[in-house]
């Protein structure tokens, strides 16, 4: 009886829970580059170079320690497999639980002359079922509490049963409009090695998607470098990080933020070291405390939350629309030729570096998506493909749920929806912008305000129940019937001049 390991491209680490069912040297390892699985999007190049470098350097990192590591470069995962089983004498194969559904099917899908044994996951501190038991009968799925459980089951920022510092969350501290001359921490980036030089000479010549620039490529790509980074965001970046974390300024690809993503989700990095090592700066260097439970709060609640969440909805999630938008998704999106200027900067980031933050991506890419009217599932396909830490548990339930509020309300309290105002208070985009954001008639309306009007107004049935929302409803009363007129006319051009 011989076992064999197939490793994932998402579960890169030394002790994800297959690997540590096996003995070394024992158990045969594959990684499988597939073309198929990436030609099915259009993918951001450097998604792809980060993605196979972390995998080839994955693959030499075990073969030092004495692994039997087969690493194919395959049309498709079946065919690998059915060889590498057939040559090795493979009886039973072991894969660790896919984090995406998608995945799953594929494994279930192969038609192996073995036996397929998942191992349950253990890269996040909430597995699957615990988090369907702390969601069973409760009425609504509050992130906030869901957190708060985190905190008291890992001790986290914790003295005794209660929270350090007396409150649980200091979100509003950290909301900060940037204001004057910020003086940011430079980034930890990389030069790309032997091996990831020979995998962008593969993606720029491959037939693979056009998206994105792959050069310079700059990021981590194994375990040692993923480490770097943390260190270096924990000692130059969280002490400031928390005011400003909402802010967008332009020129700033990443301001104070720890760029911790693409290694979480790959497994380079697991998500208990990440919030150690952030609680034991604060307790060591006596850290400022909102910037430090806000950076915690990102990984120990958001992302648990998502993942667990992603786990916990029917299998048509992917599929729900609240609002019935069907607009298609605009060729901006990927060329980032646009004269909004807060969509342009945006975009040419994403372009450039495969990233933007967390209020780029839902104030600005999603907010306008969910005001203009856009199909969820293009902007779901967009999302998926163009950043580098995206997958499928990421964001179905970030872009579905949370930017789009297509799934009516099961992660949301109310859509996140905004005007023009919003972007000039946390940016600075509006000064280099040819529309103006106070108005929303006119020539130079900045198309955030007619949308978001014009959003509220289509809508308007539906979000009365939104409680949060009956406030900002009550000011569609008040506008004149020209004005509103205009705004469903320009809105309606809008989308006839962009097709």
């Known amino acids: 009886m011989t076992i064999g390991v197939w490793i994932l491209g998402d579960q890169l680490s030394a002790n994800q829970a297959a690997l540590r069912s096996v003995t070394a040297q024992n158990a045969p390892v594959i990684l499988i580059e597939s073309m198929q699985h990436v030609q099915a999007r259009s993918y951001h190049r450097q998604k792809i170079v980060l993605v196979w470098s972390a995998m080839r350097h994955f693959a030499e990192e075990l073969r030092q320690s004495g692994w039997t590591v087969e690493y194919a470069i395959a049309p498709d995962f079946d065919s690998a497999l059915q060889d590498w089983i057939k040559t090795q004498g493979i009886t039973e194969l072991r894969v660790m639980q896919p984090s995406d559904r998608p995945f799953a099917q594929l494994i279930r899908s192969l038609n192996l002359p073995c036996k397929i044994t998942l191992v349950p996951n253990n890269q996040f501190l909430w597995t699957a079922e615990e988090f369907q038991t702390w969601a069973k009968g409760r009425k609504s799925l509050v992130m ?23 409150t649980w969350n200091f979100d509003k501290d950290n909301r900060k409009p940037p204001k004057g001359k910020l003086n940011t921490p430079e980034p930890l980036w990389f030069e790309p090695d032997a091996i990831t030089q020979e995998v962008i000479d593969f993606v ?14 700059r990021w981590g790509v194994g375990r040692s470098q993923a480490l770097q980074v943390l260190q270096h965001f924990v000692e130059t970046r969280l002490p400031a990080f928390g005011p400003y974390q909402d802010a967008m300024v332009t020129g700033e690809e990443t301001l104070w933020h720890a760029m911790l993503s693409p290694y979480l989700n790959l497994g380079l990095l697991h998500p208990l070291e990440v919030i150690r090592a952030a609680e034991a700066a604060y307790h060591q260097q006596q850290l400022d405390l909102s910037s430090v439970e ?58 450039k570096i495969a990233y933007a933050h967390h209020i780029q ?8 998506a969910l005001i203009a009217g856009l199909s969820p599932q293009e902007v779901e396909n967009w999302f998926h493909a163009a950043f580098i830490d995206a997958y499928d548990w990421v964001m179905q339930t970030n872009v579905i749920g949370m930017g789009q509020f297509a799934d009516g309300g099961i992660l949301a309290s109310k859509p996140y929806a905004a005007s023009a105002n919003y972007i000039n208070k946390m940016s600075d985009y509006c000064k280099g912008c040819c529309y103006k954001p106070t108005d929303r008639t006119g020539e130079k309306a900045c198309p955030f305000n007619f949308f978001y009007w014009d959003f509220l107004d ?4 539906s979000l009365q129940s939104q409680g949060r929302m009956s406030f900002i409803l009550k000011n569609l009363d008040k506008m004149p019937d020209w004005e509103l007129a205009e705004i469903r006319e320009r809105s309606r051009q809008w989308h006839e001049q962009s097709r």
């Open 294 to 351: 806000g950076f915690i709060r990102q990984v120990l609640g958001w992302r648990e939350y998502m993942h667990g969440l992603y786990h916990y909805v029917d299998e048509d999630y992917p599929q729900r629309n609240h609002f019935n938008h069907t607009q298609p998704l605009p060729e901006f999106f990927w060329n980032a030729d646009t004269d909004m200027n807060c969509l342009h900067q945006t975009l040419k980031q994403t372009e």
């Open 458 to 461: 289509r809508h308007r049935s």
């Open 361 to 368: 991506r839902l104030m600005i890419l999603s907010n306008f």
């Open 144 to 166: 906030e509490y869901f957190y708060r459980e985190g905190r008291q089951r890992d001790q986290v920022l914790m003295e005794g049963k209660h929270p350090v510092g007396g």
């Open 204 to 217: 720029k010549s491959g037939d693979f998607s056009d998206y994105g620039e792959v050069e310079p490529f």
